[in-house]
């Protein structure tokens, strides 16, 4: 798992602040919000103001009016409530949330007056980049009457979004959109944020994000964006985000009402209607007071070729943090995926093999008992006998689940390949580069590239090993490079979104680059294969260091381009796992194995590569 999908709780308490940080207010007005004499009475739309930070922002208001359209009673407990007479703007939301921190009381269907304290709330905190909600908090609510029609809802479609994603922001204020007035017709985070709070639906729309354990998915609402032939919505550059895709959660509690299984490809059928949120996890976010039918349309698990006598198949699997005190289901499960739907490469790297008593954190660092139980597994799934080879870490120095120890580990078929133990290192000797009759060979096989390197700091080293298979030499370098962890998401403040974590994977791309131009220096025709959990996409800073000077090139690119995936994140089909070849390896084929970032089901949150070719 990538820490750029960071772990939450199911019910994320509301930590309401002040957004009152330098820049983030800029703009802000003092219009009059006390409804004192001679003042027209404030309205939400005058409370949400034409940018994304409320002109009222820190004041009190009184007896703002309006009609509950959704009441939340678990996780950031309130209710919104809209105003049934808009003004002319599109630019202003005539929606707002009433944050009340124990459960509210209204009703859907109540007109309300509302004072209380105009607040700019930033879900996961100032410092995550991410847009504010406006609301109001410390509110005195007076019901004036109920059972009231509610505003007709806002339909949002492949015609109403458009097709720009975003402005750039402002450099004078460090790239923030937060003062820019919104442009709802040109943009669509300026769209979304135009019906923040207001009562929104979609209607029949195709599921880009499989439901996932916090019980939510994703739809897009444009069916042409960026499609595959899977379903999905395919990730393909940092300047086309996809402006469709649309989170749903349910104000339904999951006891009163399970949320529906749904699996990319799926349809969500009929009206889905209700509020639109912002929140940590994926930003606007339809809050359904009415939820959609789920159609299954039976996205089916891939199965990839079995290799060829001549041919050496070779695999990356992140098999998400594996221990032995995972419940064998899950063994079974992963070896099963390795034998049926793999066909049991001759080389498989996996990432994140955790020690032997999982995230135990007592010194403990071998995972010899995580391995055979996995092997084991294989063998009982119809697999072959895998031996393996790996390097364990320094106690907690390889970042990860603290205790855990995770590392990479190549498992292979001696029956097809053999492995060539020569000098193993261990976690701080690095492995080197030298010719034997003719040939580049490794100091230490299996041995880690450069350990020492800054690059490496609380991550995991790589794990080079040398294999022979046929005669040939084949080098393989494993990988699993920086999380994302600390990046902006899409929908930040900050346009083009700050990707901080890109600065140690690009230098961990350049120290993988180097050892590989070292390789091809000792023998310009050696048989290299990097490959794992790059963390990055095919076309990153990052990919584009690791095949610097031609040493290398990104197999995954000789997928069409609606193929070029191994991960789903908040509807967005995208590439973080990879397998890159030296130019000696020609004629390869290459294949993304879809198993589990698609469905609601999963091993694992990421799908395996295979490259087969003939050395």
């Known amino acids: 798992m990538t820490s750029s999908h960071l772990p939450r709780t199911a019910a994320v308490p509301a930590v309401i602040a002040l957004a009152l940080a330098a820049g983030l207010l800029a703009g802000a007005g003092s219009a009059a919000a006390d409804g004192a004499a001679g003042a027209d009475p404030v309205r939400i739309h005058d409370i949400q103001g034409t940018t994304r930070i409320s002109p009222l922002a820190g004041q009190q208001v009184t007896e703002v009016t309006g009609v509950v359209t959704g009441v939340r009673t678990y996780g950031s407990r309130g209710f ?14 005539e929606g707002l949330f009433v944050f009340t921190s124990s459960a509210p009381t209204v009703k859907v269907g109540d007109a309300v007056q509302v004072s209380g304290t105009v607040t700019e709330y930033v879900p996961g905190g100032a410092g995550s980049g991410n847009q504010s909600l406006t609301q109001l908090t410390k509110p005195v609510v007076t019901v004036v009457s109920s059972g009231n029609a509610l505003p007709a809802a806002v339909a949002i479609t492949a015609r109403s979004v458009p097709d720009a994603y975003t402005p750039d922001g402002d450099p004078a204020a460090g790239g ?5 007035p919104l442009k709802p017709r040109r943009y669509a985070l300026d769209y979304y944020e135009s019906l923040e709070g207001v009562n929104v639906k979609v209607g029949t729309s ?17 069916p042409d964006e960026n499609d595959n032939r899977r379903g999905g919505t395919v990730y393909g550059s940092y300047r086309d985000q996809n402006t469709g895709r649309l989170q749903i959660q349910s104000l339904v509690p999951v006891a009163e009402q399970p949320f529906p299984k749904a699996d990319v490809g799926d349809r969500l059928t009929g009206t889905t209607e209700g509020p639109l949120d912002f ?4 930003g606007y976010t339809l809050t359904a007071r009415t939820l959609g039918t789920v159609q299954d349309r039976g996205l089916e698990r891939e199965v990839t070729r079995k290799q060829r006598s001549g041919e050496l198949a070779v695999a990356t699997y992140n098999v998400e943090n594996l221990d032995p005190t995972d419940p064998q289901e899950k063994f079974d499960a992963l070896a099963e995926a390795v034998v049926a739907n793999l066909s049991s490469p001759d080389i498989l790297a996996l990432e994140e093999i955790q020690d032997d008593n999982g995230a135990k954190n007592d010194g403990t660092v071998a995972a010899g008992a995580t391995v055979r139980k996995f092997t084991e597994a294989i063998r009982a799934a119809g697999g072959p006998a895998y031996e393996w080879r790996s390097i364990d870490p320094v106690n907690n120095a390889d970042g990860g689940e603290p205790g855990g120890n995770i590392r990479q580990v190549f498992l292979f078929n001696p029956a097809r390949v053999s492995f060539t133990d020569r000098g193993a290192g261990d976690a701080t000797t690095a492995t080197g580069v ?12 299996p041995g880690r590239i450069d350990p020492a390197n800054a690059a ?29 962890g600390g990046d902006e998401s899409l929908v930040s403040h900050r346009q083009p979104p700050n990707r901080s974590s890109e600065v140690k994977r690009l230098a961990q791309a350049q120290a993988v680059n180097a050892f590989v131009k070292e390789v091809r220096k000792a023998q310009r025709s050696a048989d290299v294969v990097v490959l794992g959990d790059i963390n990055d996409f095919e076309f990153s800073a990052t990919t584009k260091a690791l095949t610097d000077g031609g040493a290398l090139r990104a197999a995954v690119k000789s997928l069409p381009r609606s193929e070029r995936y191994s991960y789903v994140y908040q509807g967005n089909s995208q590439v973080l796992d990879q397998i890159l070849t030296s130019p000696s ?17 999963q091993d694992s949150d990421h799908d395996p590569q295979v490259l087969r070719f003939r050395p």
């Open 206 to 222: 195709r599921v880009v994000g499989a439901t996932d354990p916090y019980h939510e998915l994703w739809v897009t609402v444009k």
């Open 279 to 282: 929140n940590q996890f994926g």
């Open 456 to 484: 490496w700091e609380a991550s995991r080293k790589p794990l080079a090993g040398e294999f022979s298979f046929r005669g040939r030499t084949v080098l393989v370098i494993a990988n699993h490079f920086g999380s994302k």
């Open 585 to 601: 390896i020609r004629d390869f084929d290459y294949d993304s194995v879809h198993i589990n970032a698609e469905f609601a089901a």
């Open 434 to 445: 030298v010719r034997e009759r003719g040939r580049a060979a490794l100091t230490h096989s």
């Open 176 to 180: 923030s959109v937060n003062a820019l």
């Open 80 to 93: 919104w409530f809209q105003d049934p007479n808009p003004d002319a703007d599109p630019a202003t939301s």
